[in-house]
């Protein structure tokens, strides 16, 4: 019979070592390799001279302030579908929340120039309507609010999937306790359901926060233009002009946004901190709220933001995968399909990169929940003072932008790795760990939050079963946390699917990905082959989501998160 | 592979060229990554600091960049028999690196403009205010030297940028982005490389090219050896093939001027001894790159 | 405050077919204190949500007074119902305070300063938790978190307290004082009350009307008295009080109340046909010579006394107390001193 | 199976500073079934939960025979422990069916197919659940939880059972039943059982051995009868079984138990200083002519019979039964047949 020196917590003995591991590998390990090239090329030139630089507070400043207001976007979006799909008595909740899910597919660019187009001179929409603004006049997208907003867009899922998962563990006596106080459904809503939804709550906003800051795509298109550089596009631009301090900048640029993204994280913690969010009671039945007449213009609501965040950049996409040319105007006479016949059947690239990002983002998603269950599960568990240093540094790599990540990656694998002797570097394998490192923290948020909320005695009543630590990981407490499973895994397949940056400079012949095909296809004036494989890959991930629908019967309640 | 090629050419060029020269030499086992300058370079120099690139030759957008890496002692010398038949200005006297084509930055204007430009200035003019868009020198290293370029024009030169300033054009993103902006008809002038807007007006879309008459700046996407190659056979024999008659044929093909001398013009573009070539010194331009960088985007408003 | 009225009201749940609450129609006259009873899973926490608000009738309707607040169309939502509820469950708040917890429907009726404090410290001093307001439900014991959800339950000034199994986790003297504080309070504020509850005798002990529930349905309604007494059925018969029920030759006319001269006669004739239900409760059997024989099934000290069962000649088992201790397997002579028909 | 032996336990939680159990030093003989009684907030749960591997002592031991299950340094993982429990909150897991939930531990041990279903059907039989097999645990009745946790923990064979409250939500007549089914499992089993309620009677029908904490501390251990007989103290006397506890001059010599001469003459001298605390219980209370003048401060109706708090002449309270009606404000005559000395 075997004693443990563990106080009672149930943790096996190699969950820690194993937790450590993990993080030096995805996180520490790239990270340290950076800031080592980087303090080594400082000495070539003062990195003070990039500090000096009022342009770069200047740039901190814009990063912050988008990111903050993209927050607050994605939370306005992405809180507002999860609390009307999960709490009322919405029609069509299934589809609302399939639908919602899409944007995220849809790369950031896509959505800028379709926003672009549409609020500009060229609408139709607008023209039809005839408040088409003059030639030239100035685009409001270009500006923190047009940044913020798309950051928004692109991050509402996240919070939606991650406060989903929060809502649905809320045990429904606590709700109708507070009804029959009296409340108000806004009451309730304020003093109830967010309060103990908050980890879930807390946990999108600041994986949005920090997936604001190290976003490149949105700012490139929409900041630039209006002079507002963040951080990750200043990399770039660094990048650009290749000089014997780029290295030296990029780390000190790097440390400033991983600096960004703990403060993110510390307020998070603040948040939480001192709370018990352990569901007391039995959870598995939600309560819903009825909104009466209010439904109608709920659902117009939902239904028009769907419109805006997903019908208008998928129409604009297949538009221009239609048109022969860009800014040829689209008419029965100029359509046509040749876009699409060049993808499928002369291309052998795309059956390529549809093998590799599938697999890459396939095993990446479910890869990471393996780590991530355990990692989350010892970070709400444990007690140990590393907790915090741990959650801060999965989340880093995250928030720094994949060009960042991958010089990283190349640097620590471009040499073959010491004592075995393997190079990695050119093959899939970098690409995967990659990956992992980038989107740790997207897979580890809701399944802490989830943990959070956890009754802690369900797991008790497994372990008296006799349950050891990984049979009840598989039977009680997985099942238990399977809609932040879901989440966690649909997110970072939605996200790797037509990931770029980190793949772009990691790729070589045959391992290029999705994104990386868009990205070229686009940037070499194809645009029109660029769109068809966009909405090829928007209707795979489509046809992806009905096979799940048809599997989730079989699936634990909970884990398909358009499903009520 | 015995010859691995980094270049920020177009798929579609990259692998025509690759092509071209595997018909030429057959039996190499060709490698090819393609990027944008800026992921190219954080690329190459990510593999160098690590100790082990994997480039043997690079095939980029400008000199500027090739300059510095001869600086460094990144490159390897090679006198290519065929730079007998180039311009003097197009190759490195010490064979470090020679250009392969010209991409001129020229003038793109949507057709249902008001004003056709024929000149630089033109786009300083009211008519076009609000409605001129360029390219970053932060996106696009074509940029770059298109402002140095003209910043050396009498009659231009940097107050030539701030006026466009004041007339409220704006600097942002690549190439591909200009053409997308003025072909939607979001503005409807800007600076771009020639063969794009070419290539889709033959495509049909609503886009003129305009080669102005001050002169256009040209970017000469040369070659290069680097000096860590561990095939520098395979690698001298990739700089012959692209500079060789038929080297030069297969980038006539793809819409390209060809740097040879004597050699024609793709379809779309006017006779050779029309498009008038600024120069551009590029160690000097190397020298005074950053601070160009911030001059315009001091003027731009860049990062500040 | 008025009559709370459940006219025909029925529900049924989506899953498991049969309905769980099924044609039930009761008045609680205002101000009544009516005590729920019925065996697990009979449907009293069903019909208290309804009465909350929490779930529609299928069928039938619930009245306060004229106010219809439920049918199987219309529902007042249960914020609008000013009731109170201690839950099963106690759908306690684990993010507030203890305090926080009893002080949020004051809060929520904008009470707030001074006097909300006071109100929560009153409520929380009834239930002896004073010393535990600042700490969390999830730190507290079983018992205390049902205390807390009790003190939430009568801080304020309901027309409708709804108790389902308030005390269930409670130990004797902390029930009897906390019994005490419902009837204070139910005296003080003329509250309707609704108690469902497992234990009779404190649904005796409180109520003025005692109803019982079986397999969803009513089966009576009427005082403790009156129910203990005089109970309607074998249902109801062995869910109200203890006693065992025989299944004897029927009594002569319809007399119910048996004295012992009628029980002998009726136990003399036992191998007759038909039989009639005749409940017998255990007071009511008296250790004493010359009477029935029985004989001793098993003993079980309850403290006070020693609760037996007992085998009739012809194998019916019957209950009995006896402060003495009395072996297994002994034969006793008893009397039966009244026994009543169901 | 062997002796489960608590050696000096405490435990003190980061918040709350006083010691939730203090000093308990226990032994459960071998297949005992020990009943743990002790107001709300005392620290049973605590014990439980320390004895089932969830919660390490501060201070203190526990052993199973030999073998050292857990101390303030080590401690033997739950699930080695080979024991099973019945959580106060059930602990059911939501995202299984109820035939699923009582089939987990059976799974767990690696048992499965025809023998499984078998064993499971069996436990849902014993608490009447068959039909409800199918169901999610969040659609059932807080009762048919309960017995769903039940079922749970009784379905394999374990060294020790720990029942923490397992039938507070349960009616009389379940009550009963779930009690025959523990005795029979620990007959069967021979497991060692440790039950905690607030129920006294359950406590003293089922359990071998009684043992009554408070804030923490134990009180006393003993034999149902001699717990119920003896208690040691007031907080013991308190909380065995009814009783009054009257503050009375104290009676000669070392004597404890007084018959009504005896309780005649401490009567007699009610003005003495210094006072002792006897406990009277009411059925020792008789309503008889020729006793002691006491009034009556409340009744209330329990069914069988009308409990009564009489007042004694100098206002210390005293409880008695009767099986007529009295009126509150009657003056009585009663007899104390039997008082204990705390
Ligand atoms: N996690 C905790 N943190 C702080 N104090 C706690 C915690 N759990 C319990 N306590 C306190 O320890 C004491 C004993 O609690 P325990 O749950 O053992 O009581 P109990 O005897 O089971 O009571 P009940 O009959 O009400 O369930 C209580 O005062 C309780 O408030
Ligand atoms: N959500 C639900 N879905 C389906 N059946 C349900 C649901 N809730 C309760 N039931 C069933 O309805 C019946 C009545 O349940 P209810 O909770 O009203 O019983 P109860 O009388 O309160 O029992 P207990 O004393 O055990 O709490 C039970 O058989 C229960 O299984
Ligand atoms: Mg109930
Ligand atoms: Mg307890």
Redesign the interface.
Known sequence: MRQTRNRGNGQPRWLFPFVITVIFCLSVLPLGRLAATGIMSAFHGGASELLSDPGLWRSVYDTLSTSFFGMIAAVVLGGGFALLLTLFDIRGKALLGFLFMLPTMIPPQVTALSWIGMTGPSSALLKAIGLAPPLGSPQPLYSIGGIALLYGVQNAALVYLSLRAGLLALPRDAVEAARLSGASSFQVLKDVILPLSLPGFAAGAAIAFVSCVGNFGIPAILGIPAGIYTLPTLIYSKFAAFGPRTFADISVLSALIAILSVVGLMVEARVLRGRDYRVIGLSGQVAVFRLGAWRWLAELLLWLTIFLILAMPLIALVASSLAPAYGVPLSPATVTIKAYEEILVRQAATRIAFTNSLSLSLATAFGLLVVTVLTGYFLVRSKSRFVGLISALAEIPYALPGIVLAVAFILLFAAPIPVIGISIYGTIWIILIAYFSSFFAVSLKPVVSAFRQLDPSLEEAARLSGAGFTRRLADILVPLVAPAAGASVILVFLIACNELTVSALLWSAGTQTLGVLIYNLDDSGSFNIAAALSVLVVIMVIAMMVVLELMAKRLPKGVVPWRS | ADLVLYTSQPNEDAQATVDGFKAANPGLDVQWVRDGTPQIMAKLNAEIQAGNPAADVLLIADTVTLERMKQAGQLMAYKSPEAANYDKTLYDADGFYHSTKLITTGIIYNTQAAMKPTSWADLAKPEAKGLVTMPSPLASGAALIHAQTLAGVSGLGWDYYKNLKANGAIAAGGNGAILKSVASGEKAYGFVVDYLPIREKAKGAPVEFVFPKEGVSAVTEPAAILSSTKHADNAKKFIDYVLSQKGQEGFLKLGYIPARNGMAVPPGFPARETIKVLPINAPEALKNSEKDVKGFADIFGIKG | MAKLILNRLSKT?D??GRAAVNDVSLTVREGGFLAL?????CG???VLRMI???EQPSDGSILLGERVLADAGE?V?????????V??????????SVAENVG??L???GISGEKRDRKVREALAAVHLETYAD?????????????VALA?CLV?EPDVVLL??PL????????QEMEETFREFHARSGATMIYVT????EA??LATDVAVMSEGRLLQVAT??EI?ARPEGRLVG?????GAILSLPPPFGDRRLFDWPAMQEILAGLAQEPRADILV???DVEIAAEGQVATVLSV??????Y?LRLALPDGQALRAFS?QPVKVGDGLSIVIRAAWRL
């Open positions: 749940f899953l498991g009873l019925g065996p697990s899973g009293k926490t069903t909350a608000g929490f529902m939502p249960p914020e609008h119902r000013n009731m109170a509820m839950f099963q469950s106690y759908g306690l708040w684990p993010h507030m949020y429907p809060k929520v009726r700490r969390r439900p999830a730190d507290l014991s079983g018992g205390q978190r049902q205390r939430r304020t389902d199994e269930a986790n409670l130990d004797r003297h902390l029930r497992h234990d009779q005798a005796m002990a403790p008295e203990y062995g869910l109200v009080g203890q409760r255990p007071q079980l000290f309850e403290g006070e006394r609760a402060r």
